[in-house]
């Protein structure tokens, strides 16, 4: 059979039938527990529902929930009917879900039971799930058939699972194209390098519909681990107490996370047992990265680096190399290439500075209808990361910049150009720039820089307005300025960098 991460579940499921799956912090504790065998008839019974609704193979749904075992069976029971996900954020506004929604031409909007109806999302139909037995009439469930072997059979590698989407450099969201042999092949490579196995119990409070939650999900399912769904990191003292419980062997985060739990929580005072954590999303500075070492002595900490056009990971650092390579992301992951280039493309030497680019069984295939940037980023295989480095004699890789603008923040990435399109449609604005400024919490928060329309006023509250009935609240600026003009170059190019220095008006 071809290997993919469809007949991995349903493999899993007789193999590891009684073993917990998933883990639902949130749920009282007698209702919280997920087995694979469970995990596996919940996703069945979805794929009855979304057979019913006519799905079926490179139909498109767009998956709009947070972290549940709902998302996580929905997922899979749309990849059983070869149909392709494109995840939203929970809190995904429906100007947001429209544009994706018109990039695709998805069939349906796939919600948890509860959700507000939104005459705004009319655009599409939206179905509501709950756990499938609670709608499902038993006496059509029970005709429906299933076999374990069948699951995952009539997938090809190179059938399209996932379309994740990440903001381009016009602020237009760009959909990261992934295979089914994509995700099977970067998750292989994670089990791999973090010795993961059907004892691991990871602690993720990461989403699902970002690349290292959604790889955090797979890899473990792959290994036959467990996954708990913890609390949001609006609550850190209760994520602190959760990785005390003797079961949990890993925990993964961005640089925020830990400063938070370092900072604002027990985590210091009563540091937990864990195999392993992860850190990625942004570079952790080496005194944080000591403060752990200190706490978690048994504990290995891998630092990492990856990108969403590389389903999530590209390199690791060993941890017994930590101290040695301080600084450096490490080295390659099983199955890929690293390399960095000039920019007229040629292969640079050890501590030469250049473009960083990667080759491997996990790159994107390209953006989803978008031949244009796609050219722009994949060259005969090898993905132009964007990202500045050099590679050590020892080929272990170290960041020196980015090409790009992203703004990290927390878990989140956000591109400015998306905001500032949308702030460029308010009457009253004349010009906008975004960016990210220095925040001790998430790394990153998102400021505004405004030039206001002649005549007009300068109003904080109609931006914020506008902002938070347009964007997911990670994408709402928490800063706004207002500016005589924004700094340009004499081509007339904004230089962003110079904007934390202008005064206000």
Known sequence: MNMNLVSVLFKNSINFSNRPAIIDSSLPKEKNTFSFSALAKLTKEYIYIFQSKGLTKNSIAIICMDNSVEYVAAL?????????????????????IRKIHNITTAKILIRKKGKVRNAALNFIETLEIDFAHHTTRKEIFNNFTFSEKQFGADILSNDVALILFTSGTTGNPKGVTLTHKNLFANSSSI???????????????????YSYGNSILHSHILAGGCVQLGYSMMYPQQIA??????????????????????????????????????????????????????????????????????????????????????GSVGIAIPGVEISVRSTTGQFLEPNMEGEIVAYGDNIMQGYWNNLRATKEILVNGWLRTGDVGYLDADGFLFLKGRHKQMIKSGANRIHPGEIEELISEIDSIAEVAVIGIPDVLLGEVIAAYL???????QDDRVILKYCRENLSPHKQPKRIAWVAELPRTSSGKVQKHLLPKISPQ
């Open 76 to 96: 899979y029971a749309c990849w059983s009917l070869g149909v392709i996900v494109a995840p939203m954020h929970s809190q995904s506004k429906p100007h947001e």
């Open 191 to 209: 089990v791999n390098y973090l010795k993961l196995s059907e004892n691991e119990h990871v602690y993720n409070v990461l989403p699902f519909t």
């Open 241 to 326: 107490e959760g990785l005390l419980a003797e079961k949990i062997t890993g925990f993964a985060g961005v640089p925020s996370t830990f400063h938070i739990l370092l900072n604002k929580t027990s985590f210091s005072q009563r540091p937990p047992k864990l195999r392993y954590i992860t850190q990625a999303g942004g570079s952790m500075s080496m005194a944080m990265t000591s403060r752990l070492l200190t706490l978690l002595p048994n504990t290995a900490i891998f630092i990492m680096y990856g990108q969403t056009e590389a389903t999530a990971r590209l390199t690791y650092l060993p941890p017994e190399r930590l101290l040695e390579k301080a």
């Open 451 to 457: 030039v206001v329309r002649d005549n007009c006023k």
